[in-house]
Antibody, heavy 120, light 112 residues
């Protein structure tokens, strides 16, 4: 059974960089059949796709966040990470990592989510 | 990419059937049979309920079914149960390698 677990600071100051890591267990992040994605959800609002990474390191980002987002992968640790720079209160949200099928484009496994609050 | 349009809320009594619509465009829902649906209970992560428009993952009740007509996908919950009260989101492939996915606006399902 594949499991994903987000980790990182729950509080980030405005203008700083949000950093989160997703640890994958029960399966290899190097599997060629999946992308690894980040999704976020502000309180009381809908889901927003942030971006994805393939095991090769190839990435795609939501254009609305592209200038501030970096997603990276560490296959040796079976982890992938999210960095979001110059954060504001609008970036306060629950951040989820999830596995995305490379052909069929659905998220079959999700992390439990982690709340990141941007506040001074 | 604009978010797919879902009704803000849908309600029904136990045992009834309800349908949630998800309206996109000819560039996403209308062009690909790659619509998925997610159920989200408060404080929990989304759970995959339907993929490829109408396929159910192992373990998902057959009370949940999906369909598509033109630019609109639909999720039907039959035999509504109290545990079905949750938020539901659709998601579609959007055909772009740089921005491949778009989510729906979400629907709150209330069991009366």
């Amino acid at each position: 059974q594949v499991q994903l677990q987000e980790s990182g600071p729950g509080l980030v100051k405005p203008s700083q960089t949000l950093s989160l890591t997703c640890t994958v267990s029960g399966g290899s992040i190097s599997s060629g059949s999946y992308y690894w994605s980040w999704i976020r959800q502000p309180a009381g609002k809908g889901l927003e796709w942030i971006g994805r990474i393939y095991t090769s390191g190839s990435t795609n980002y939501n254009p609305s966040l592209k200038s501030r987002v970096t997603i990276s992968v560490d296959t040796s640790k079976n982890q992938f990470s999210l960095k979001l720079s110059s954060v504001t209160a609008a970036d306060t949200a629950v951040y989820y990592c999830a596995r995305l099928g490379i052909q069929l484009y659905y998220f079959d496994y999700w992390g439990q989510g982690t709340l990141v609050t941007v506040s001074s | 990419q604009s978010a797919l349009t879902q009704p803000a809320s849908v309600s029904g009594s136990p045992g009834q059937s309800i349908t949630i619509s998800c309206t996109g465009t000819s560039s996403d829902v209308g062009s690909y049979n790659l619509v998925s649906w997610y159920q989200q209970h408060p404080g929990k992560a989304p759970k995959l309920m339907i993929y490829e428009v109408s396929k159910r993952p192992s373990g998902v009740s057959n009370r949940f079914s999906g369909s598509k007509s033109g630019n609109t996908a639909s999720l039907t919950i039959s035999g509504l149960q109290a545990e079905d009260e949750a938020d539901y989101y659709c998601c579609s492939y959007a055909g772009s390698s740089t921005f491949p996915l778009v989510f729906g606006t979400g629907t709150k399902v209330t069991v009366l």
